[in-house]
């Protein structure tokens, strides 16, 4: 055999070529197979973490349901729902303000509504007054303001003394105006 290769190299070398593609090829399927194998596990080890916590939120899943349920209820309670539209909202709140306002003891001089701001998730309804009356009734306005439903909030307090006439030996109470900002919610979805 040695002796043939020794007399037919050109005929070996070509021989030798052809046994050595297919080895080639061989080698080139393992190793491409290999990488395959290397990138699925590569895959594999990065989606663990994310199964593992799809995994636990399954597992909560009630829980999560009870809780996104009084979430619900605190925002329903807390903002106007989105069946009711910006302006009736607004007008909702114009009057019922008004009327907190006058049962606390308070004139209402001047309200109006400032245009209703669009966020992502809620409105914002704005509402602008200015009242005067005694200072015990200003804080039973203020007061009666946290308890209101939907919740508002004071976005601007402006107040200062009013001006009134003594009749000497008649002490009276602290009179005060204020300009007041307040702003509720209203839900989009």
Known sequence: MIAWVKTHQRSAAICGATLLIPVLIYLSLVFDAWGLR?????????LQPRIARMQGVQAFEGELSASAG???????????????DAASAGASLQKDIRQLMATAGLTVSNSQLLPVREEEKFDYISLKLTVAGEMPAFDAALASL?????RVTLAMLDTWPTRQRRSKGAPQAQQVTATIELVALRALL
């Open 146 to 150: 946290m308890e209101f439903s939907p």
């Open 38 to 46: 290397a990138s699925y596990q590569e895959d594999i080890e990065r």
């Open 70 to 84: 009084t979430v619900q209820d605190q925002i329903s309670s807390l903002v106007y729902p989105p069946t009711i």
